[in-house]
């Protein structure tokens, strides 16, 4: 349903060819409004007359039993028994022990005061001492809101925003680095753009309850189920815009760079990349609110952190408004942060340039 209505409300973007529509016959609007309005009723009366109120269950396939077996295939030969990369198991293994953890023990180790500092610098050189002051004053909130419960003590809201950083930047570096090369391929190949195009939509538009089953089967519970989860809804948004933003390049630069003897790998690295520059980095900040949106989801499979926080005040047997408030708020002051600054980057040689 989600990919007809995209269909619907997108169109296509190929205008029908003027000898074809040409070949068409015209129909004179009564005749048209006739028919949109007769040929819904005659249906409605022809399912009456021949009882076809309810889809027919001939017609009607169980597709459950084959899901269930795939996925059974899946685990039994992908996550441990793949030549050279050892299967998903070893994959999340590596991404926990060697990317996710060390990331997570460095932020967490150095001083609250440096991080703060260091972004607010960050900012500045983005943008500005407004932009500066921003980012300093959404981390100073989060430290400020204090300790929550957790295992034998209390845990710091500063220490689980660290966690959810870690996880965060971990997901946007894998789906940056998935979504780029594909939105640069589909952005100069319409076949390609066809072929991806179905993929994309059911991975931005099925429900992440859906397709945490298979994740969770593959990389077991643990935060590396956490980080595919936030990648496979982060994808779809930097591969379209990326697409989007180098179809948009106009043709006479490019036509240019090719007349003066540039290959085709020279003109999109020197011409279309960085004539869609502001697209490229509409779809870098787009997938990082989709991270930040997948997080509490993320937290169901064990990636913990600020997620968990919120989610564990949902439960009727443990009923911590005050603990999901400060969860969220905290969530959303990294979103506000991390959103500030991915879009001063994008705007920022225009800034320049008109200074």
Known sequence: MAVALDRVSTGDRNAVPSQLSRRLPKVPPHIATALAVGVPVLAVLAARVFDAAQFPSSLQYDIAPAIDDAVGWVQDNLRKDVPIIGGTQAISDFLVGNIIDPLYEWLIGLPWLLVVVFVAFVGWLSRGWRLAATVAACLVLIGAMGSIPGGTGTISMWDLAMNTLSLVLVAITISVLIALPLGMWAGRSDRVERVLR??????????????????VFLFGIGRSAGV?????????????????????????????????????PQEMRLVQLPLARKAILLGINQTLMMVLATVIIAALVGAGALGLVAYE???????????????????????????????????????????
């Open 313 to 355: 005040a949902t439960q009727k047997a443990n009923l911590k408004f005050g603990q999901g408030v400060a969860g969220g708020l905290s969530i959303v002051l990294l979103a506000i942060m991390l959103d500030r600054l991915t879009q001063a980057w994008g705007t920022r040689s225009e800034d320049d340039g008109g200074a």
């Open 198 to 215: 179905p993929f994309l939509d059911i991975a931005q538009v099925m429900p992440q309850f859906v397709y945490l089953i298979p994740v």
């Open 228 to 264: 595919v989860a936030c990648v496979v809804y982060a994808v779809p948004p930097c591969t379209r815009l990326t697409a989007l933003g180098m179809r948009e390049v106009p043709q006479a630069p490019r036509e240019a760079a090719t007349s003066f003897g540039a290959t085709g």
